[in-house]
């Protein structure tokens, strides 16, 4: 059995040994171009250019709303989906289709494309505190910063105005395990989303789409 300090050598190497690859990938790859994008995107605006498009996998519910998002946590998931660490079909096979330079600037346009934008208003719904008990056993604020829409790193998504059905379904893929086609591998969120009854997380889903928002889906004039 390892002890504590040679697993946390262990965790180190492997680390060190990630941001190694990390970086000689990163010198390949320029800044993203979001006009660069406008040629490449062609696999995104079928579902995520259409204000309530509906998705049927898992669930039928609303693909969802990516302007706005920071270009960090955009191309974290679609890292995340290429690598498989998250389980989806088509979404993988869009990611592990892109390079990385693709991915940079796809997810500069949609950090863009939400720019300039009146946010969504709040629906005006104050949470109950059966909400405000789930919020704070959860801790959400502590990644997703002030009302869900402000988060402490760029690779944490903004969750304030998300679509709520969206929002379960992905909180019920980090509870799912075992699956080859469903599920994603964050152990924070794993963790977290453990928490929770499938109720419990439906209340909380419901709540964030109600939040004031950064988030839009911003139609191409072809889907217009």
Do not use: W
């Not at 680390?15 to 171009?33: E, F, M, N, R, V």
């Not at 706005?68 to 679609?78: E, M, P, R, V």
């Not at 929770?196 to 997380?201: A, G, R, S, V």
């Amino acid at each position: 059995m390892k002890t504590l300090s040679s697993l946390i050598c262990s965790l180190g190497l492997a680390a060190s040994a990630g941001l190694l690859t990390t970086a000689a990938h990163a010198q390949d790859t320029k800044p993203g171009d979001p006009a660069a994008a406008q040629k490449k995107i062609a696999m995104c605006i079928g579902c995520h250019g259409i204000e309530g498009y509906r998705a049927s996998f898992p669930e039928i519910h609303r693909v969802p709303k990516i302007s706005g998002q920071s270009a960090k946590y955009i191309a974290t998931a679609l890292n995340a989906y290429k690598k498989g660490d998250r389980k989806h079909p088509t979404m993988r096979g869009i990611a592990t289709s892109l390079s990385d330079q693709d991915i940079a600037d796809i997810s500069l346009y949609y950090e863009a494309s939400g720019k300039n934008l009146p946010a969504t208003p709040a629906s005006g719904e104050a949470p109950s505190a059966e909400v405000n008990a789930l919020l704070t056993k959860g801790n959400c604020v502590a990644c997703h910063g002030q009302n869900l829409n402000a988060p402490i790193d760029g690779a944490y998504p903004k969750l304030a105005g998300q679509y709520g059905d969206y929002v379960f379904v992905a909180l019920k893929a980090y509870q799912t395990e075992k699956n080859p086609q469903i599920g994603r591998n964050n152990p924070i969120m794993a963790a977290q989303a453990k928490l929770f009854t499938q109720p419990e997380l439906k209340l909380l889903a419901h709540y964030v789409e109600g939040l004031q928002s950064d988030l839009k889906t911003v139609p191409e004039p072809k889907m217009r």
